[in-house]
Nanobody
Framework: VQLQASGGGLVQAGGSLRLSCAASGRTFSNYAMGWFRQAPGKEREFVAAINWSGGSTLYADSVKGRFTISRDNAKNTVYLQMNSLKPEDTAVYYC?????????????????WGQGTLVTVSS
């Protein structure tokens, strides 16, 4: 499957951004989706995940209460709404497609990856 992430940019601390990830190439609604991020000099880390229907979600503790993952299966798109952004949220954000329908957090369960979109939060 091909994944195309968009919506990154520069925002001040406390601001909001919404990332989108458009999928093509396989039956989008059959699989869980996730967002990961990689800050400069750091390893890629889990941010949020959603199951095939959108009825189950998981979040990293660092973003819980501030970020919301959602999906629109009719549009083959997954979103990440990011509110109350902090400078430590600065990273390249990647969307990924899992090899299962249930929500998972481990990167090894994600087989398809988008190209990443840069989010920069200024203080």
């Amino acid at each position: 499957v091909q994944l195309q992430a968009s919506g990154g940019g520069l925002v001040q601390a406390g601001g909001s951004l919404r990332l989108s990830c458009a999928a093509s190439g396989r039956t989008f609604s059959n699989y869980a989706m996730g967002w990961f991020r990689q800050a400069p000099g750091k390893e890629r880390e889990f941010v949020a995940a959603i199951n095939w229907s959108g009825g189950s979600t998981l979040y990293a503790d660092s973003v819980k209460g501030r970020f919301t993952i959602s999906r629109d299966n009719a549009k083959n798109t997954v979103y990440l709404q990011m509110n109350s952004l902090k400078p430590e949220d600065t990273a390249v954000y990647y969307c990924a497609g899992a090899n299962t329908a249930v929500v998972v957090t481990s990167m090894v369960r994600y087989k398809d990856w988008g190209q990443g979109t840069l989010v920069t939060v200024s203080s």
